[in-house]
């Protein structure tokens, strides 16, 4: 259609792909961090006045890029100058054939909903599965056949090892303690949500306000009941906010969403008009009493601490028993909580748009 319209000459055409698609039965719902699920068919057209321009001859590439850095490109490309809020780089030397480099980028990562890989520039790859990815089964056969747990960890070096046979976690540990190190201080997320569910213990009725402070904009806050059914939609947009509201027997969940999660965040409780206890306040995926009033986030540790599956609730969690009121804190990611809950998507939510930058789609 563009060439019918004369405008093939005048455009600049991508095609790209969401992921790869895998060729091996035995690999299938393994968790899509092989090269053959992760790796996109990708082409670009240049107009034929614009590759002279450029000196970018056609042909293929071996160069590793990655999604991040499509739309730095195209500003490049069309000459445009770099906006500062992108992430990635314009591979422009790429195109132009000048890099001849195994990758163009000095991490290439890749998020699935439970799993994370990452590429180093020498093409050592780290796979880590997690801990709720224990269903994805290697089979000889697609739906039956013998079967076997995939590892938590997976490491590969894709210059010997291709088609990523050779799993090295046992076998080269200096190279398992670099990609660790690595994945653990690039801090790599899905945005996440900050769930504070309260329950009290003797089913009577109980005042609470929950007084925030965020060094980043809260741009969503809600009420949810124990089915995670919406209650209500709070008041947001600053960066001090303060909500009341009532728990009665079943427990309410306040979620509330960061413009920059990172960004540090405390949290002042109340019930009936008095600081809740801090030993009523338990935080981690095994509900720790490690917490205090004002719950205070604010390093990478803390934030990674309160990374739970699902919230509490959905797995029976009423509170402890003895206590008069009752605190969970715990921070679920926008993949999961988009694969729970309904509500995003019915419309382009704020956890969508954030889901859709992390996936690379808009920036």
Same mark, same amino acid.
């Given at each position: ?36 699920y ?16 450029l ?39 790429v ?43 290697a ?57 504070i569910?309260?329950? @009290? #213990?003797?089913?009577?009725? +109980?005042?609470i &306000?929950?007084? %925030? !402070?965020s060094l ?6 809600e ?7 919406i ?42 008009g ?40 959905l @797995? #029976?969690w009423?509170?402890? +028993?003895?206590? &008069?009121?009752? %605190? !969970? ?35």
């Amino acid at each position: 259609m563009l060439k019918k319209n004369g405008l093939l000459e005048n455009t600049i055409v991508v095609i790209a792909t969401d992921h790869g698609s895998g060729y091996s039965v035995s690999r299938f719902d393994r968790g899509f961090q092989y090269d053959e699920y992760t790796k996109q068919v990708f082409m670009v057209h240049l107009p034929e006045e614009l590759k002279a321009k450029l000196n970018a001859p056609g042909g293929h590439r071996s160069t590793y890029v990655s999604s991040i850095n499509i739309s730095p490109t195209l500003l490049d490309l069309a000459g445009f100058s770099p906006v500062k809020q992108f992430k990635g780089k314009s591979f422009m030397p790429v195109i132009k054939s000048l890099y001849k480099m195994p990758s163009w980028d000095d991490r290439l990562w890749c998020l699935g909903r439970k799993t994370v890989s990452l590429v180093a520039p020498d093409l050592m790859k780290y796979i880590v599965n997690g801990t709720d990815t224990k269903r994805y089964i290697a089979r000889e056969y697609d739906f039956f056949g013998d079967g076997k747990e995939v590892p938590y960890e997976m490491l590969f070096d894709l210059r010997k090892d291709p088609e990523e046979k050779n799993n090295l976690i046992h076998s080269d540990p200096e190279s398992l303690k670099r990609m660790r190190e690595i994945f653990f201080k690039s801090d790599i997320h899905h945005p996440e949500k900050i769930l504070i569910s309260f329950a @009290s #213990g003797n089913n009577t009725k +109980k005042r609470i &306000e929950v007084k %925030v !402070r965020s060094l980043s904009p809260i741009i969503r806050a809600e009420l949810y009941d124990e089915k995670m059914n919406i209650l209500k939609t709070l008041e947001s947009g600053g960066k001090n906010e303060s909500y009341s509201f009532h728990v009665e027997g079943k427990p309410v969940i306040l979620v509330l969403e960061q413009e920059n999660d990172r960004s540090p965040f405390e949290a002042v409780l109340y019930s009936d008009g008095k600081k809740i206890n801090s030993n009523s306040v338990y935080g981690t995926s095994v509900d720790l009493n490690i917490l205090k009033n004002p719950v205070k986030m604010s390093t990478l540790k803390e934030f990674r601490a309160l990374a739970v599956k699902k919230p509490a609730v959905l @797995s #029976g969690w009423k509170g402890v +028993k003895g206590n &008069e009121i009752s %605190v !969970r804190v715990a921070r679920v990611d926008l993949h999961r909580w988009i694969d729970m809950n309904s509500f995003d998507k019915t419309k382009i939510s704020a956890s969508m748009r954030e889901t859709l930058k992390s996936w690379g789609y808009i920036q």
